[in-house]
């Protein structure tokens, strides 16, 4: 069954350190894999996404991520964090043999301290 | 562009009332989607469409219908309201096919409290 497994409910990291938000995934075929961010009392907002290409991803607010297919992961990173950081970060994957839908992670909370 | 617009932003509904939560898109998107989302779940895929007159159920669907008569348009409806629908309702909305992007583009939300 496809699936995403956010591990962390929440990760801190004081203001200028580099972040990293897990993401481990499980399809039968070939991955589109995202990240989204929510901000409090907001929608969600799209990061990056890894189609096919290049493992490292940039997107939107200095954020990148890698994809591993070996070991099924698409961690988010920044390497100097900001306060204004801090939020909900979703990880979504597509299985693009099986339908359209996303499947999504539970969410990890980003708090990032001065 | 308005992109993707929700109303209303807050509504708290008595168990057994019914209500329309609205969702409008200007992106021409054929995809459109709801969501429900609660406190450690992440997102929950209610119903989908991929154009008009096509809509089909996802993983929540109970409980809930939609309609989908217009490209732009998206309505889910509570037939009879339970405090198991107390959650905070995304509507969603992306291009479709082969040259899509597959990036989805969110609503700002509807805070509902189901007493």
């Known amino acids: 069954a496809q699936s995403v497994a956010q591990p962390e409910d929440q990760v801190n990291v004081a203001e200028g350190n580099p972040l990293t938000v897990k993401c481990t995934y499980s399809?039968?075929?070939?991955?589109?894999l995202f990240w989204y961010v929510q901000y409090p009392n907001r929608g969600l907002q799209f990061l990056l996404k890894y189609i096919t290409g290049d493992n490292l991803v940039k997107g939107s607010y200095g954020f990148e991520a890698e994809f591993n297919k070996s070991q099924t992961s698409f961690h988010l990173k920044k390497p100097s964090a900001l306060v204004s950081d801090s939020a909900l970060y979703f990880c979504?994957?597509?299985?693009?043999?099986?339908?359209?839908?996303?499947?999504w992670g539970a969410g990890t909370k980003l708090i990032i301290k001065p | 562009n308005a992109g993707v617009t929700q109303t209303p932003k807050f509504q708290v509904l008595k168990t057994g009332q019914s209500m329309t939560l609205q969702c409008a898109q200007d992106?021409?998107?054929?995809?459109m989607s709801w969501y429900r989302q609660d406190p450690g779940m992440g997102l929950r895929l209610i119903h989908y469409s991929v154009g008009a007159g096509i809509t089909d159920q996802g993983e929540v669907p109970n409980g809930y219908n939609v309609s989908r008569s217009t490209t732009e348009d998206f309505p889910l409806r509570l037939l009879s309201a339970a405090p198991s629908q107390t959650s905070v309702y995304f509507c969603a909305s992306s291009s479709y096919g082969k040259s899509s992007t597959d990036t989805q583009y969110f609503g700002p939300g509807t805070r509902l409290t189901v007493l």
């Open positions: 992106m021409n998107h054929e995809y």
């Open positions: 399809v039968s075929g070939n991955p589109y």
């Open positions: 979504a994957v597509r299985d693009i043999g099986k339908g359209y839908q996303l499947i």
